[in-house]
């Protein structure tokens, strides 16, 4: 999986920009709020169609312009493949070798992409959403049913939780709750059933890989806690109603899964230090990394956003010496000081001021 060729117009801070990739590690360098991580945001929403950083694609598009698009080349399991995505206030537009997808469904999953940030910290010590979310959007590039299920099964959640508050003012609606509890069982069971899957592959490569890191002084252990299993998630409804009735919302399903962290029996969350988390955090991303790998017999595409800063020497030599040939990185960082001999030998860079690159090998 290689992207050969990037090309941005009117987007974030660029009106016109076209790169070509030739080498394996590709170093963004210059100071902060100069475009870097905008370049890396742009591969990121190519392979997501949407933002790590914004949910208003309105910031994408560049100052006083209408639209903004990203144009891609790439070498996708040894085919040549053209990708692009269209964003306009209204929506986005989204094209497979000139050709306009109609769903994004069946765009998405083209290109796998593994983005490591300083706010992947957050995995760790925030909130169950962030760790659920994680999850999905994993599966989401290896498995287009799972998000079909998943935007069934949220649209199915909140028309439920809506009947449940009608409920409390007219009962007489009650014996419709049972319709929407059929079709939440329905796509719930299939969430759960590849959320379990998800996390007993990625358990062990994580594991292995934090024991490497740490150099087998703290285990890593994780736990997918799931609010309910697949098999008695219909039981659990009926027994959590009265209480989904008097708070007009579900108590119960997996929107309400967590993913837990223990180092050495320890909660991460709670009780790790600083250090602790960002080697689980980083033990997570090269899991993830693997996980697809094997999945498609393909590495994605590794996104390093500003992420060496955050990482001890130890940390960070870790990270890059999990670099292998076949795994295309795109790095930004503020300076190269630092950064192996090895590394730089294999590396292209690219240093950024005002939007303006200057490419040196």
């Not at 979310?133 to 998943?150: E, M, T």
């Not at 998630?233 to 997996?254: H, S, V, W």
Request: with cysteine.
């Amino acid at each position: 999986m290689r992207l050969q060729r990037l090309r941005l117009e009117f987007y974030r801070n660029y009106q016109k920009l076209d790169i070509s990739f030739d080498g394996q590690i590709h170093f963004f360098v210059g100071d902060n709020a100069q475009g870097k991580t905008n370049i890396l945001e742009s591969i990121y929403l190519l392979a997501f169609t949407k933002s790590h950083r914004t949910n208003k694609d309105r910031e994408l598009i560049y100052w006083g312009c209408e639209h903004a698009r990203i144009q891609s080349e790439l070498i996708l399991y040894d085919r040549p493949t053209e990708l692009e995505v269209q964003i306009h206030p209204l929506g986005k537009k989204v094209l497979i070798n000139r050709l306009e997808q109609k769903k994004i469904s069946k765009y998405l999953g083209q290109v796998k992409v593994v983005l490591f940030a300083p706010e992947d910290l957050q995995l760790i010590k925030g909130s169950p959403q962030q760790r659920r979310r994680f999850i999905d959007r994993a599966l989401g590039q290896l498995k287009p049913k799972y998000v079909s299920d998943l935007a069934h099964y949220q649209k199915v959640l909140q028309q439920r939780n809506q009947l449940l508050k009608d409920i409390y003012k007219k009962p007489s609606l009650l014996p419709t709750l049972e319709l929407w509890d059929l079709q939440l069982i329905e796509y719930g069971k299939e969430v759960i059933k590849a959320r379990q899957q998800f996390v007993n592959k990625i358990q062990e490569l994580a594991e292995d890989i934090h024991d490497r890191i740490t150099n087998g002084q703290e285990k890593l252990r994780l736990t997918y806690s799931a609010n309910c299993l697949a098999d008695d998630f219909q039981e659990k409804l009926i027994k959590y109603r009265d209480r989904d009735m008097a708070t007009g919302t579900t108590n119960c399903g997996p929107h309400r899964d967590e993913l837990d962290f223990s180092i050495n029996e320890i909660d991460a969350k709670i009780y790790g230090s600083q250090g602790q988390q960002r080697t689980t955090a980083l033990s997570l991303k090269l899991a993830e990394l693997q996980y697809i790998q094997s999945s498609t017999g393909d590495y994605p595409i590794l996104l390093l956003d500003d992420v060496l800063s955050e990482l001890d020497q130890h940390r960070q030599k870790q990270l890059l010496d999990s670099i292998g040939q076949d795994i295309q990185t795109f790095v930004t960082t503020t300076d190269i000081i630092g950064i192996e001999h090895e590394i730089m030998k294999r590396a292209d860079f690219f240093f950024i001021h005002g939007g303006n690159l200057v490419k040196k090998s």
